[in-house]
């Protein structure tokens, strides 16, 4: 008769494997989570041994990493970092460069003559339109449209989203 040693992580659901691992308390806001919770796939039962422990390895390794001023610091700008070069590919995807509208054309910002004072131009526009106190009157219009149409048709008129 073999024993069975419990490997720790190691959940079987179904038959299925995977590892779950709760993220500690300090470290969940860097992290962006609060658990690791990896399916190990359609594999046997000794690899999902393997794959469960080189998992537990690896965040045991960054747990430690994270207890260090310098490792958490570390962790940190490489998160900054990994943002960055997000935002960079979400950019490239899209024509390469920032855009900014002038008047009804797109125009990259490095093109811009003021690009701060068009910032702030657009950013006053913005309190402008929000410091109204009564709404455009194409929005008076679609609103009302909405209500004639729902008794028209005798149905619920339903949830309603107004802007601020």
Not at 34 to 39: A, C, L
Not at 125 to 150: F, G
């Amino acid at each position: 008769m073999t024993t069975e040693k419990k490997v720790k992580y190691l959940k079987i659901d179904r038959g299925r494997h995977y590892y779950p691992r709760r993220v500690p308390d300090q470290f969940r806001e860097l992290l962006g989570m609060s658990k690791w919770q990896m399916p190990c796939g359609d594999v046997s039962c000794a690899k999902a041994v393997q794959l469960v422990v080189n998992w537990a390895e690896e965040h045991d390794d960054l747990l430690a990493e994270l207890k260090t001023p310098e490792g958490y610091d570390a962790v940190e700008v490489d998160n900054f970092r990994l943002e960055d070069m997000t935002a960079e590919k979400f950019t490239e995807r899209f024509g390469g460069t920032p855009f900014n509208s002038n008047g009804d054309v797109l125009v990259p910002f490095e093109d811009l003559s003021k690009p701060l004072m068009t910032a702030l131009e657009e950013v006053a526009k913005l309190d402008e339109y929000h410091s109204k106190e009564k709404a455009p009157e194409h929005e008076v219009l679609q609103l009302q449209a909405t209500i004639l149409r729902a008794k028209r048709e005798g149905s619920k008129l339903g949830k309603i989203k107004l802007t601020p």
